[in-house]
């Protein structure tokens, strides 16, 4: 019955993260990245046009001029403004003085840029133009052209997209986890079964009963000894893990899309390695129940992943930035973070079963809980490192939930008792996304 249930929960994943897959694809579709190239900014009369979109009804667009130098000198340091106008009804609908807009301005892959318009929730839909206009009482005459590289980029309104795909994911992985963390019925050896293993010769089994049954009647496997090819067998799944890693990475996945796609294949190749290397040893990953006092860990862990999401924060406010990381390159759009919420939604359960049951458990053996928890939770880190590189303060709360989760390892035995916490902070994590 159990394995049924995980087969269900299983099921419900992949169908989760393939309607999130779709709606991806879809607000991808509707997201437009002009790149118009090197443009002169010149004082013309009347005003000078930049740029064109095409909108439909409760769209967002944001717009925005980037330099590879600084903005500064001619046009930028006039009273001049920018203008949105709404092209069908030829009427002005927003305008934003330019030095209102460099105040404001951020670095974003080494350009510098300013937002010259944004605007949520478009009434109607049809064309309109982004232009630079003068003041009255300005002479034209005395402004120099400034040259910069122009950039628009329009997207649909933030939660316009559907979540059914959310709910269907969380149910899945609910289950799955659910279904791991009640503990199964231990088997027992009643007298009748005690008797029959007498008649057969099996004096293992009739040894066992006679030293369990006066305790709990329960017969317990025994752990294999530590062997020389477990350290062998660790090294082969994490050399196949981050040869994944660059596959993926080199993968003609473009877009958000294959963003979503590159996580998800990812995802697969981690599940494989935990139990196709494990096989024989699947008590190894430790996913159990655990017992006596230490069940209350199970109890602490939701609380454990709250904690966590709020240092984690406090953490990116901490740290200094010194570059926009290709994931905030990513969430910067509105199908880039949903395909960070169709992925964040599945990694409580690989990225645990992975770094906490199959690298934790395999290190424990040859290396002892303080080697395991170091290894498990450096190599988690150093995981995540390639999408948080240049943005500090992301990759030191990603080193905190590593750390933090190979600490609830050790201290509970249980990989469960992680993936909840990991599961309660991205839960967290998505819910503000969506």
Not at 379 to 401: D, E, I, K, P, Y
Request: charged share 20%; net charge neutral; hydrophobic share 55%.
């Amino acid at each position: 019955m159990r394995r049924v249930l995980i087969g269900v929960g299983a099921a419900l994943m992949f169908i989760g993260a393939a309607l999130g897959y779709a709606e991806v694809v879809g607000l991808e579709a509707r997201e437009i990245d002009l790149r118009e190239g090197e443009i002169e900014l010149r004082p013309e009369a009347g005003g000078q046009e930049l740029v064109r979109i095409e909108l439909g009804a409760g769209d967002s667009v944001v717009v925005e001029l980037c330099s590879e130098d600084a903005l500064e000198g001619g046009v930028f340091d006039s009273d001049a403004r920018f203008e949105v106008w709404f092209v069908e009804a030829q009427a002005r609908v927003g305008f934003r003085s330019v030095s209102d807009a460099l105040r404001q301005g951020r670095s974003r892959d080494g350009w510098a840029c300013m937002t010259i318009a944004h605007a949520s929730d478009i009434p109607a839909g049809g064309t309109f133009a982004v232009r630079l206009a003068f003041t009255e009482g300005v002479d034209r005459a005395d402004v120099e052209p400034s040259v910069a590289s122009l950039r628009a980029r329009a997207y649909p309104a933030a939660g316009s997209s559907g979540s059914s795909w959310f709910w269907v994911l969380f149910v899945g992985v609910s289950l799955v986890i659910g279904v791991l963390v009640r503990r199964p019925a231990p088997r027992r050896m009643g007298v009748h079964d005690a008797m029959t293993a007498a008649i057969e010769g099996d004096t293992a089994a009739v040894d066992a009963f006679l030293e369990k049954a006066p305790k709990a009647n329960v017969i317990e496997p025994s752990p294999s000894a530590p062997t020389g090819r477990d350290l062998w067998r660790l090294a082969l799944g994490l050399t196949l893990f981050y040869l994944a890693i660059y596959v993926v990475g080199a993968a003609p996945l473009s877009g958000r899309a294959g963003a979503v796609l590159a996580g998800l294949g990812l995802a697969a190749v981690e599940i494989a390695l935990a139990f196709g290397l494990s096989r024989g040893a699947l008590s190894v990953l430790a996913l159990r129940l655990v017992q006596g006092r230490k069940r209350w860990w199970i109890v602490a862990a939701p609380l454990a992943g709250l904690i966590v999401r709020a240092a984690g924060g406090w953490l990116r406010s901490l740290v200094p930035t010194t570059g926009e990381a290709p994931i905030e390159m990513l969430i910067s759009w509105p199908s880039g973070a949903l395909s960070v919420a169709v992925v964040a939604a599945v990694a409580p359960v690989v990225e645990e079963l992975f770094f906490r049951g199959f690298v934790y458990g395999w290190a424990e053996r040859r290396l002892g809980s303080a080697g395991a928890f170091f290894l498990s939770a450096t190599l988690f880190t150093l995981a995540h490192a390639a999408q948080t590189w240049g943005a500090w303060g992301a990759f030191a709360s990603v080193a905190l939930v590593g750390f933090t989760a190979s600490g609830l390892r050790w201290a509970s035995g249980s990989t469960l008792v992680p993936m909840v916490a990991h599961f309660v902070y991205n839960a967290s994590i998505i819910a503000r996304i969506i």
